[in-house]
């Protein structure tokens, strides 16, 4: 900037040139004639010196003898023609040599006119002619040099050139050496260059005045203008060989002319930049000052030396090669000698709107080792176009991240930074970029594992190897909030998602179906990606949940305060599993293990596994095709498998494959003060079904408190054989009766096998028992008027003897028979399991004695009792209704056969074959 602004000014102050010829008119020789003046067109001529030096030479009061002598030596006038003169012994110690066509000067009263023209130095172009009035001490001057070519050269101002012309110039001064005032224009056509311009500037029209005191080492730029195709020019100030001091006003200049005219040895850097990546562009306005003195000129420039300020429109910005540059752009610029900075006001980019930015340019000060470049691009546009803008290199973001550049939609504004030391060879490395967007109502298919993002707000920043994300919208059509960082220096992944859904969005998410949720859940996920391994975290919180799994008796309501929480980590090969846990009150259940990629267990341990009253560890390994289980612990409480069911039908299979499951249990109950003690036992399950199973554990009171063996049969069935030397106990500690005390109970059963249509069918029998503290159901048939005087606190079963059939939930007792010492009777009906309602018939003899009685005796007893076909008193009853509080209704006149007496006294027609026999007695 400087050095085009110097050589410009030079080009105005070297049409002083006149002086010379002038100086030939008004002053003495110098002492020292080195070279008497020779005639001839041949003669050579020296080298000249500079303008400001003739300037201080040829003002000197001295001078003016040779007007004199001319007037009286020659008073009709003096014409040379073809002379060469040199002048030598200049201050400046160089000679200076005027090749003269013709010299012509003519007296008049008012003075005397000289007309010149002839060749300045030996450039053979550069003409000068014109008239010389001299006229009342002043002097006139109006010269026309038809042609500057080669009056660089003359004045030896170094890679400069001034070439075209005329140029005309006006010149008036004191002839003892006053003032001199220049007013030099030209109608072109000129070509000017600079030093250091690597290309000339073509001139139409110039006008400048100057003005000059002796002794002064500058000259006064009244004033300049200058038009050209590509710039218009207006300015003024001072130019000496120490002071520059000059404001000047650019109007209307070609981008494609600011490199042109910048000298590359200044800011080479920037230069370099402003001419590879602002090639099309008008500067509207620039206004320039410069303030320079000696030590500016001759050393480094201060900061305030050179500054200004441009209105640009319309130029092209490339910014970082190869992605779009920004077109149309609207711009302020200002700049000094250290920083030119540029303000963007609007464009385009690649279809996207530029709503403003900046360029800056560093450390262009003189002596700056490198200068620096930074850049901030703000734009809005649609997200596809937008997309479109930072796929290209070396941001390549949608390409490198998978976003989608169709199917996407939405809009949103962001900015793109870049800063980078200007060199010829810069490395990716040395260049910091930055991408900055919010963006509305965003759709991208399948970016979140596979699902669409869509009616999502988000904030994007990416360099070139990471970039983040975070906002909220719908995955999979759930609502939630997501974070998204990717470094691709440390090739690491992580995404974030959070918010309130319920179990159906979390199939939707990727969790498995069937969770046995329902509410609103809290969701907390995270996944760590790095290279072919993920970790996941995870937490749902199930404070506002109800959690339900019947299967194993778990229930948690809403209200209560829970969570469960998730560690793994994820290869091609495996899932590792480091943490699972759910907890809420009363319940922690805490596992580890590893599974196969496709979710198979390889190896699994719970522990603890804690729930009420339970407090136990499961063991899961791979055995083969199936699984092997083993279950230890302390304790197993199956009060919770007796509450009230939250659900109308539970899971068939627990685990679809074949399991060989062992059991080791030191303690089983049901709330009760009876356990079952020393509990073991193994099972085999096959593809869910349960397929084998060997049970013992002893009670308080025997050692044989339960027994249970089931094997399959030869149809596809299980053969079910259960025994108990401690009925009562077994059953309390299995929760399913607190009445019942001691005991020996056999059940034998088939139980169809999968698919079958046929329902799961047995027998029963108990003897030698006691039901203390009746349940409430023979507390109300003991109301009864037609059996009052029923001792309800203990009741001694000598025998208790049922079929069955078990249907679903559907238990039928079929013709059940009970015999004990108040009471004989037959019971037939069903019971619903899962509601606990019941439909019962039967008739009942509570007074044994006085039946037995009456029977005995004769006439009367054939009379009232008759044959086998006649009937006898009974009383019948049916109970319907809830468990806990049905509906009673007896009838104390019902009339029984002997046979059903017979039963009812003397056995329940049911007849265990040995195998019973044998488990009931222990035999």
């Not at 040099?145 to 004191?174: C, F």
């Not at 949940?545 to 929480?565: C, D, L, R, S, Y």
């Not at 003897?801 to 007792?813: H, I, K, V, Y």
């Amino acid at each position: 900037m400087l050095h085009r602004l110097l050589s410009l000014a030079g080009a105005l102050l070297t049409l002083l040139t006149a002086l010379a010829v002038l100086a030939l008119l008004l002053g003495p020789p110098p002492r020292a004639w080195t070279e008497a003046p020779s005639v001839g067109p041949g003669a050579a001529a020296g080298p000249a010196t500079g303008w400001l030096t003739v300037a201080r030479t040829l003002a000197k009061p001295e001078f003016g003898w040779l007007r004199s002598l001319i007037t009286s030596a020659f008073p009709d006038g003096l014409n040379l023609e073809n002379t060469t003169l040199r002048l030598t012994g200049l201050p400046s110690g160089e000679d200076l040599v005027l090749v003269l066509d013709q010299l012509t000067v003519v007296p008049s009263a008012a003075g005397a006119d000289a007309r010149v023209s002839g060749r300045l130095g030996d450039g053979t172009d550069l003409r000068v002619n014109g008239v010389v009035t001299l006229a009342n001490e002043r002097l006139s001057a109006a010269l026309r040099l038809a042609s500057v070519t080669g009056l660089m050269d003359v004045l030896e101002v170094p890679d400069a050139d001034l070439e075209g012309g005329p140029v005309d110039i006006e010149l008036t001064t004191d002839v003892g050496g006053g003032p001199i005032d220049l007013v030099v224009q030209s109608a072109g056509p000129l070509a000017v260059r600079g030093p250091g311009m690597p290309d000339a500037l073509p001139v139409d029209a110039l006008d400048a005045a100057l003005a000059w005191e002796p002794g002064q080492e500058f000259v006064d730029v009244k004033r300049a203008s200058l038009s050209s195709p590509a710039l218009d020019l207006e300015g003024g100030g001072r130019v000496g060989r120490d002071l520059i001091s000059l404001v000047v006003m650019f109007t209307d200049v070609d981008a494609s002319w600011a490199p042109r005219l910048w000298p590359p040895a200044i800011a080479s850097g920037a230069h370099d930049w402003v001419t590879e990546n602002i090639p099309a562009g008008i500067i509207e306005r620039l206004d320039l000052s410069v303030d320079l003195d000696e030590a500016a000129l001759e050393g480094a420039l201060p900061i305030d030396a050179i500054r200004g300020e441009a209105l640009i429109s319309g130029a092209e910005v490339h910014y970082l090669r190869p992605m779009p540059p920004v077109t149309g752009a609207s711009a302020t610029a200002t700049f000094d000698a250290d920083t030119l900075a540029f303000e963007i006001t609007g464009g385009n980019l690649q279809g996207v709107e530029v709503i403003g930015g900046d360029v800056r340019i560093t450390e262009m000060a003189s002596g700056a080792t490198v200068e620096a470049l930074s850049t901030r691009i703000e734009a809005r546009g649609d997200v596809p176009t937008i997309l479109n803008v930072v796929d290209s290199e070396p941001l390549t973001l949608a390409s490198r991240y998978d976003l989608p550049k169709t199917g996407s939609t939405g809009s949103g504004r962001f900015t793109i930074e870049v800063a980078l030391p200007l060199l010829r060879d810069v490395a990716l490395e040395q260049v910091s970029l930055l991408f900055q967007g919010d963006f509305e109502n965003v759709t991208l298919p399948g970016v979140a594992a596979g699902r669409d993002l869509a009616d999502a707000r988000l904030t994007l920043e990416a360099t070139p190897d990471r970039v983040s994300a975070d906002g909220n919208g719908l995955i999979a059509d759930v609502p939630l909030a997501f974070t998204f960082l990717v470094d691709g220096s440390s090739d690491t992944e992580t995404i974030g998602v959070n918010g309130r859904v319920d179990a159906t969005a979390l199939e939707r998410l990727g969790l498995p179906a069937g969770l046995p949720l329902s509410g609103t859940i809290g969701l907390d996920a995270q996944l760590d990606l790095a290279g072919r391994t993920t970790r996941t975290d995870l937490t749902l919180d199930l404070a506002e949940a109800e959690v339900n799994m019947p299967v194993f008796a778990v229930w948690k309501p809403p209200g209560i305060e829970g969570q469960a929480t998730a560690r793994l980590t994820e290869t091609d090969e495996e899932i590792d599993l480091e943490r699972l846990a759910v907890t809420w009150p009363g319940v922690e259940v805490v596992a580890r293990g590893s599974l196969a990629a496709d979710g198979a267990v390889r190896a699994l341990v719970v522990e603890p596994l804690v729930v009420a009253g339970t407090q136990l560890s499961v063991t899961i390994e791979r055995a083969g095709p199936g699984l092997a289980i083993l279950v230890i612990g302390p304790r197993l409480d199956l009060a919770p498998l007796h509450a009230p069911p939250r659900e109308a039908e539970e899971a068939e299979a627990i685990l679809d494959t074949d399991v060989e499951l062992r059991l080791a249990i030191d303690e089983v109950s049901s709330g009760s003060s009876a356990a079952l003690l020393d509990a073991n036992g193994s099972a085999t399950i096959q593809a869910g079904r349960l397929r084998a199973l060997s049970l013992d554990a002893r009670t308080a009171e025997a050692a044989q408190g339960l027994r249970v063996r089931l094997s399959p049969d030869a149809v596809g069935g299980l053969d079910l054989d259960l025994a108990s030397n401690d009925a009562g106990g077994a059953l309390r500690a299995l929760g399913l009766s607190d009445a019942l005390h001691g005991g020996v109970m056999q059940v034998d059963a088939v139980v169809a096998g999968p698919g079958s249509a046929t329902p799961t069918q047995g027998t029963i029998a108990v003897e030698n028992a006691a039901v203390v503290g009746a349940p409430p159901l023979v507390r109300r048939l003991a109301a009864a008027p037609a059996i009052e005087g029923l001792a309800t606190d203990a009741i001694q079963v000598a025998s208790f003897a049922s079929g069955f059939t078990l249907d679903g939930t559907e238990l039928r007792l079929n013709d059940a028979s009970i015999r004990a010492a108040q009471l004989a009777a037959r019971v037939s009906g069903t019971v619903d399991l899962r509601t606990n309602r019941l439909d019962l018939t039967g008739s009942l003899a509570p007074l044994a004695t006085i039946n037995q009685f009456i029977g005995n005796i004769p006439v009367i007893g054939d009379l009232l009792q008759g044959q086998r076909e006649a009937g006898a008193f009974a009383i019948a009853f049916s109970i319907k209704g809830p468990r806990d509080d049905p509906q009673v209704s007896v009838n104390p006149l019902t009339v029984v056969t002997p046979g059903a007496l017979q039963d009812m006294f003397g056995g329940s027609g049911i007849v265990p074959d040995n195998r019973s026999r044998t488990n009931l007695h222990g035999d």
